[in-house]
């Protein structure tokens, strides 16, 4: 049999853990003996970002930028314990923050939808994906805890020394502050990516803020929408037979759970946050949820959602068996595979990332799964797999496809 063969190579973000040991079984089983694999290697795995002073993730992103596409295992963030774990010369920032940071992207969260794990809102037939702004508001926000009367205001101080003052409350007693901004430029890479991703998956796009209450701050957000739809991306909308609609927040969480899925829920930081949970864990399971995160440039990273799996870590490397569910991690990568076989027109590739797909669904729908499935499916008689032997199942259903 013929690999199918590529052009440019995909950026590969090797990670850490469990998933580490994902990525490895997924290339041997699923990928290599098919593809003629091209991929620009970075291990992000900690203690190589430790050895190059995390040179390398910024190199990862540098890199995806040039290519156009990459595929990211999940990443240990490190904290205090990871800190004496990996003896750290310094406590690295996040991966996904840094490369989200050189890309300015917006993270798409979609869940893979299988027959016998059901959403609980049984009106949902198709995925949600939850697209959520990741800079500002309360994340960036400076607080004070006030410790009696006396007067809070908005002061800002022009570069030229003109202050505007807007009265926020005078405090009779004891209470508390808050101050949160935003930039136009985030606002608008945040709606250009949304649009684009619109585009590119052929759905709906929603978006909803509370502009009635914040009339300044929420209105920007939808302001800024409209005005780039209007100028950019309304002709391509009507083009694909797609919306754009922009509606309150209230009024959107209604109508979602009201909802069939098949369309794009665009939030703000916060909304995102709460969302996004929300949503995952009524489609089943957060090991059935990718990421993609999308640049305004058209540039795209896919991953799992998921972390690194640390629990089923510990237990591999005690010899024992785990059983951890690679579905994220092989959908992140057929996504960048689809990706990149659309960017340089190879209709193979594209099939084969489809069809890889279809068998992992297939596995899970003819029983076969992981443990974490297991506990949640619908179906009866099932076979719980190991790690390996779960990839190796898919492999097998994929070569029945294809006799
Ligand atoms: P996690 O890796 O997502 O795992 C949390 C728990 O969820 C697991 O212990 C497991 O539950 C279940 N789970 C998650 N993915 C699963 C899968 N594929 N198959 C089966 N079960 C799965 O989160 P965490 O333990 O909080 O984080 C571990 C490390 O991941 C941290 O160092 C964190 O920094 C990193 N992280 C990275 C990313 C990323 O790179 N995108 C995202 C989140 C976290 P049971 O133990 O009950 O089986
Ligand atoms: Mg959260």
Request: aromatic content about 10%; proline content about 2%; glycine content about 6%.
């Amino acid at each position: 049999m013929t690999k199918i063969q590529m052009v440019t190579p995909l950026v590969e973000m090797d990670g850490d853990e469990m998933t580490r040991i994902l990525w490895k079984m997924i290339k041997e089983e699923l990928l290599l003996p098919y593809i003629d694999l091209k991929t620009e290697y970075y291990d992000l795995g900690l203690e190589h970002r430790n050895e190059t002073d995390d040179q390398v993730t910024i190199d990862s992103a540098e890199a995806t930028k040039k290519y156009g596409v990459a595929v990211k295992c999940a990443t240990i963030t490190p904290n205090a314990a990871r800190m004496t774990e990996y003896h750290l010369k310094e406590m690295w920032k996040s991966p996904n923050g840094t490369i989200r940071a050189i890309l300015d992207g917006t993270v798409f969260r979609t869940p893979i939808i299988v027959k016998g794990i059901e959403p609980c809102v049984k009106n949902w037939e198709k995925p949600i994906t939850l697209a959520r702004h990741a800079y500002g508001d309360v994340y960036k926000n400076a607080e004070i805890k006030i410790p009696g009367a006396g007067t809070a205001e908005l002061v800002f101080t022009a570069e030229d020394g003109t202050v505007t003052k807007e009265l926020i409350h005078t405090f009779k007693g004891a209470g508390i502050l808050q101050g949160i901004h935003n930039t136009n430029a985030s606002i608008s890479s945040f709606a250009h990516a949304c649009f684009q991703y619109a585009l590119d998956t052929k759905q709906d796009l929603w978006f909803a803020t509370k502009d009635t209450i914040s009339k300044k701050y929420d209105h920007t957000f939808k302001d800024i929408f409209q005005e780039i739809y209007d100028a950019e991306y309304a002709k391509q909308f009507a083009t694909e037979g797609i919306e754009y609609f922009y509606t309150l927040i209230d009024d959107a969480v209604a109508r979602v759970m009201k909802a069939k899925g098949g369309f794009i829920w665009a939030c703000k930081n916060y909304d995102g946050d709460v969302m996004s949970d929300m949503v995952s864990s009524a489609f089943g399971s957060l090991a059935m949820m990718t990421s993609v995160l999308v640049s305004p440039s058209g540039v795209y990273e896919y991953e799992a959602a998921h972390g690194t799996v640390q629990r089923h870590y510990y237990k591999h490397l005690q010899g024992e068996e785990t059983s951890t569910n690679s579905v994220a991690t092989i959908f992140a990568w057929t996504g960048a595979l689809k990706k990149r076989g659309e960017l340089d027109k190879i209709e193979e590739l594209v099939t084969f990332a489809e069809k890889l797909e279809q068998a992992t669904l297939k596995t899970i729908e003819s029983g076969k799964m992981t443990k974490d499935l297991a506990l949640i499916t619908s179906l009866k008689d099932v076979t719980v797999l190991n790690s390996e032997d779960f990839i190796k199942a898919i492999r097998a259903t994929y070569e029945d496809m294809n006799v």
